[in-house]
């Protein structure tokens, strides 16, 4: 509909227009004008061809725009999906450290006890671990925020626990120091703390360094 307004819109012109020697102006001319180039605009002719049918205008874009279409993701798509580098990666980094955090809590309960009082009685330790913990969480998230039903939620568990709690240390460190107090008068709150941890530590260990994560993932 939009084509034949403007076929209208140039048959219209040329018929205002004298045709030169008498020459009438016909349909198929008027059409010729709607596909011919702009003035001015120079054609190349590609190597290697005769010349006909393979003219260019010189500054024509070279990409295809739907290539780069084809390969952007969608949105939202990289915060719903991990490649398994990443998900390997942080297994492997996030493994170890749970999983000596969980053995020495079970082996030295006494000395992790006691650092947990001191921890408690420092307001600036709680505000910078909060700090610390908000980023580790953040940074995890941004890379791996994936909600599947295999080994790979631990992680995102992991990065929003952190993010949370690094907020809430920081918001409001003094119900940090209450929760922890509560956490201690519990004789068995820490060892059952460090069996779950040993758990989550034993997993992520064997998914990131004993078994392959998917057919052709790089270790």
Not at 52 to 57: K, L, N, S, T, V
Request: glycine share 10%; with cysteine; hydrophobic share 55%.
């Amino acid at each position: 509909m939009l084509g034949a307004a403007v076929e209208a819109l140039i048959l219209i012109k040329f018929a205002l227009i004298p045709a030169p020697q008498g020459r009438q102006i016909t349909k198929s001319a008027a059409a010729h004008a709607l596909t011919a180039p702009p003035a001015g605009l120079h054609y190349r002719c590609s190597e290697g061809s005769s010349g006909q049918g393979a003219e260019r205008p010189a500054s024509r874009y070279r990409g295809n725009p739907l290539n780069l279409i084809r390969v952007m993701p969608a949105k939202g798509q990289d915060m719903a999906t991990a490649s398994p580098r990443i998900s390997l990666f942080l297994a492997r980094l996030i493994g170890p450290v749970v999983l000596a955090v969980a053995i020495g809590v079970l082996a030295n309960g006494a000395i992790y006890r006691g650092l947990s009082e001191e921890f408690v009685r420092s307001p600036a330790l709680i505000y910078i671990t909060g700090i610390l913990g908000m980023s580790v969480g953040v940074a995890i998230l941004l890379n791996h925020n994936v909600w599947a039903a295999d080994w790979r939620v631990l992680i995102t568990i992991f990065g929003w626990l952190a993010a949370i709690g690094g907020a809430q240390r920081i918001i409001w460190p003094q119900a940090t120091e209450a929760a922890v107090r509560w956490f201690l008068a519990n004789p068995t709150s820490l060892v059952v703390a460090g069996v779950i941890w040993l758990v989550i530590g034993a997993a992520l260990c064997f998914y990131g360094y004993f078994r392959e994560f998917a057919p052709g993932a790089t270790r």
